[in-house]
């Protein structure tokens, strides 16, 4: 598959469950993003991996927690949610400043439509 | 750091109307401006960017002016057709030599028949 996907599609999950978003890209890209979009904040930028290392979090809480085990692929993993975090979740990746360029297209995940009951 | 601030929130067009949506940046810097095109229950897809060496790019029905000195991008589209319905983002980025975009609020485009 080309691109960059994301799994599950939509997930329910009650606040105490335990849960991880997955996501993949098949692009060759450096940089792997989380943002979360609701209708308060349209694009919120949540965190950045460069090469595998975590170069920013967003003022993040600490119910999310992210990994990078490499380049192609990035999860979120979700505990003791709160309703305010449903949202969707959507995942993106680029090449970084090292490719030599700011001039970095993000490509998107279709998202993660994440509902805390 | 950057702050893009993106105007209208909302815009409604009769069809075959023009559209324009507005955004400045705060970072003089800033030197790569995209926008993006998300249409409902899709994911944000660039629809045409603008580098700072630049001011003026068209594709088809779609074109981006970039005013560095008043530090302002805009989008435009003539003809608007119904397709063209969706929410569409600008970002900025480049400054303090990052590549991590920011984004405007968005603006929903609504092309009526």
């Known amino acids: 598959e080309t691109g960059v996907t994301q799994t599950p599609r939509h997930l329910v999950m009650g606040m105490t469950n335990k849960k991880s978003l997955k996501c993949e890209q098949h692009l060759g890209h450096n940089a792997m993003y989380w943002y979360k979009q609701s209708a308060k904040k349209p694009l919120e930028l949540m965190f950045v991996y460069n090469f595998k290392e975590q170069t920013e979090n967003n003022s993040v809480p600490s119910r999310f927690s992210p990994e990078c085990p490499n380049s192609s692929h990035l999860f979120l993993h979700l505990h003791t949610l709160q309703p305010e975090d449903s949202a969707l979740y959507l995942c993106a990746s680029s090449q970084d400043w090292a490719g030599g360029s700011s001039y970095n297209e993000q490509f998107f995940g279709p998202g993660t439509r994440l509902t805390v009951l | 750091g950057e702050n893009v601030e993106q105007h209208p929130s909302t815009l409604s067009v009769q069809e075959g109307d023009s559209a324009v949506i507005k955004c400045t940046y705060s970072?003089?810097?800033?030197?790569?401006f995209p926008w993006y095109k998300q249409e409902l229950g899709k994911r944000p897809q660039l629809i045409i960017d603008?580098?700072?060496?630049?001011g003026e790019k068209k594709d088809q029905r779609i074109a981006v002016t970039l005013n560095k000195t008043a530090k302002h991008f805009s989008l435009h589209i003539t003809e608007t057709q119904p397709e063209d319905s969706a929410v569409y983002f600008c970002?900025?980025?480049?400054?303090?030599?990052?590549?991590?975009?920011?984004f405007g609020r968005g603006t929903s485009l609504i092309v009526h028949p």
């Open positions: 603008i580098r700072s060496n630049v």
């Open positions: 970002a900025a980025s480049g400054g303090g030599g990052s590549y991590i975009p920011t």
């Open positions: 970072d003089s810097a800033s030197n790569y």
